[in-house]
């Protein structure tokens, strides 16, 4: 993906004293004169830096973890992970594929594990070639443990010879996510095997979906040798069933992605007991009048993931999707076609976000007005809330402070904080705290400790315009 730059009028926004739009009273506006916060420079070399939306802050707050891929879509040919120093600026590679080809495996979006520091990220098949590269469907998760760099895990299993192995997929998982308590991880999923089937018939089989894995009492998930077999240190689960035609005004989806955990320790479940383990995420329904739409749902995810539901085996056949275990149950939490912007947008791409105590899942939407507004609903399903209202669009992905009273995404170019504790008086309102610049800022993300917020921006650097990472204070 291109870089992309954003010129005027969003360079004049930040002296306007906040529009109001929609009829509401400066809330979400940025004062005339904002307190702008110095930020700093952390990374110079002549590479990117990409902080790829995931959780980056190691639990200490001391380093950064990212990836130096050319751009967006190239995995394929990236081969390090590594992280940064927040007092130095010392760059320390993590891993390195010793078997980098341009097709594969590919290195890519690292997510650290709050709990022990690992640093989970993409890693393509070791078997690619130029014939069988990189793909959605060939590749996993990995891990390193940032103590012992030489050791690299693999967390997903991978079995496309049937007889399939419960606890182990036959395809792809992307963008993992650890939870708060570093046990689990959560990762989009694209089948190998309906990928195949979908080129053979051209009918669209191939769907994506939300998986989750954890390592059981019983260890590994061994497979059978195979060329793009491999075990796995998780038991791992599709949890979200996708169909590939969705009954119109049905809560039926085609789609699931851009999901996350929802809450440090879940949610309290509207029957007042807690529900410990869920994700968020976006689907995608047809409405009354066959036509799609992107909402916000919910899985709630059980203790056990390693029994079969009622849909179909955990690991799937061979002409269908693995299945939800038991007690995996997905709810719709947004209903908005009878909005003038119906839908969540899907530009920019962002991923939903659960407030820290799982009170608030946060998306995208347009206002009335057709500008692009930060939204939360609670997981338990009910009002939507706006949050934001300036009239300059929000640009980004949306992160929730430790404490969870505050938002930071970027708008009119500059990195903005904005009030989200619904009961206090200065709910919506916003604060730039960066100058808004030509080049977007992107990839925000918070600090344990609340204390720093990074980001990256592209910067002129020996002639080729770079990825680097930049901090600045809330």
């Known amino acids: 993906m291109a870089f992309r730059s954003y010129r005027a009028?969003?360079?004049?926004?930040?002296?306007?004293?906040?529009?109001?739009?929609?009829?509401?009273?400066?809330?979400?506006?940025?004062?005339?004169?904002?307190?702008?916060?110095?930020?700093?420079?952390?990374?110079?070399?002549?590479q990117n830096?990409?902080?790829?939306?995931?959780?980056?802050?190691?639990?200490?707050?001391?380093?950064?973890?990212?990836?130096?891929?050319?751009?967006?879509?190239?995995?394929?040919?990236?081969?390090?992970?590594?992280?940064?120093?927040?007092?130095?600026?010392?760059?320390?590679?993590?891993?390195?594929?010793?078997l980098a080809r341009p097709w594969g495996p590919g290195v890519g979006a690292a997510n650290v594990n709050p709990v022990d520091g690992s640093v989970a990220f993409i890693r393509g098949l070791t078997s690619a070639t130029a014939e069988r590269p990189y793909a959605m469907w060939r590749r996993g998760g990995a891990y390193v443990r940032t103590e012992s760099l030489d050791a690299l895990g693999l967390l997903d299993a991978r079995d496309v010879i049937a007889p399939f192995t419960p606890g182990a997929l036959r395809g792809g998982t992307h963008r993992h996510e650890w939870s708060a308590d570093g046990r689990w991880i959560g990762f989009t999923y694209n089948d190998a095997l309906l990928a195949a089937l979908e080129e053979r018939t051209g009918e669209k089989v191939n769907l994506r979906t939300i998986g989750v894995a954890t390592r059981l009492e019983r260890g590994l998930v061994h497979v059978p040798p195979g060329p793009e077999n491999n075990d796995g240190e998780m038991f791992a689960a599709v949890v979200v069933r996708v169909v590939p035609r969705p009954r119109p005004n049905s809560d039926e989806i085609s789609r699931a992605f851009e999901d996350a955990w929802v809450g440090r320790e879940g949610y309290r479940r509207t029957d007042g007991g807690w529900q410990r383990r869920a994700r968020a995420f976006l689907g995608n329904v047809r409405t009354s009048?066959?036509?799609?739409?992107?909402?916000?749902?919910?899985?709630?995810?059980?203790?056990?993931?390693?029994?079969?539901?009622?849909?179909?085996?955990?690991?799937?056949?061979?002409?269908?999707?693995?299945?939800?275990?038991?007690?995996?149950?997905?709810?719709?939490?947004?209903?908005?076609?009878?909005?003038?912007?119906?839908?969540?947008?899907?530009?920019?791409?962002?991923?939903?976000?659960?407030?820290?105590?799982?009170?608030?899942?946060?998306?995208?939407?347009?206002?009335?007005?057709?500008?692009?507004?930060?939204?939360?609903?609670?997981?338990?399903?009910?009002?939507?809330?706006?949050?934001?209202?300036?009239?300059?669009?929000?640009?980004?992905?949306?992160?929730?402070?430790?404490?969870?009273?505050?938002?930071?995404?970027?708008?009119?170019?500059?990195?903005?904080?904005?009030?989200?504790?619904p009961t206090s008086e200065k709910f919506g309102v916003a604060r730039a705290l960066t100058q808004p610049t030509e080049q977007l800022p992107e990839n925000v993300d918070w600090s344990h400790d609340g204390r720093t917020i990074a980001f990256n921006r592209r910067v002129l650097t020996a002639g080729l315009w770079r990825q680097q990472i930049f901090l600045v204070q809330p």
């Open 49 to 98: 830096h990409n902080l790829d939306n995931n959780d980056s802050f190691s639990p200490d707050d001391r380093w950064l973890a990212f990836d130096p891929r050319e751009d967006d879509t190239a995995i394929a040919g990236n081969a390090v992970i590594a992280r940064v120093s927040l007092a130095t600026g010392e760059v320390q590679e993590l891993y390195r594929e010793p």
């Open 289 to 421: 009048e066959d036509r799609e739409l992107t909402e916000v749902f919910i899985v709630d995810i059980p203790e056990r993931i390693d029994v079969s539901g009622a849909t179909g085996p955990l690991e799937g056949t061979a002409t269908l999707m693995p299945q939800p275990p038991h007690g995996a149950e997905q709810r719709r939490l947004t209903f908005t076609a009878t909005r003038k912007f119906p839908g969540v947008v899907l530009e920019p791409r962002h991923w939903l976000r659960s407030s820290p105590d799982g009170t608030r899942i946060v998306f995208l939407a347009k206002d009335d007005a057709g500008i692009v507004q930060a939204y939360f609903v609670p997981p338990q399903g009910g009002v939507i809330t706006q949050i934001t209202h300036g009239a300059i669009p929000v640009q980004s992905c949306v992160r929730w402070s430790p404490d969870s009273a505050f938002i930071v995404y970027v708008s009119g170019n500059a990195v903005t904080v904005c009030d989200a504790r």
């Open 9 to 46: 009028p969003y360079l004049n926004w930040l002296i306007r004293l906040g529009a109001c739009v929609g009829g509401f009273s400066c809330v979400g506006s940025v004062a005339a004169k904002p307190r702008v916060a110095a930020e700093r420079q952390l990374t110079f070399a002549s």
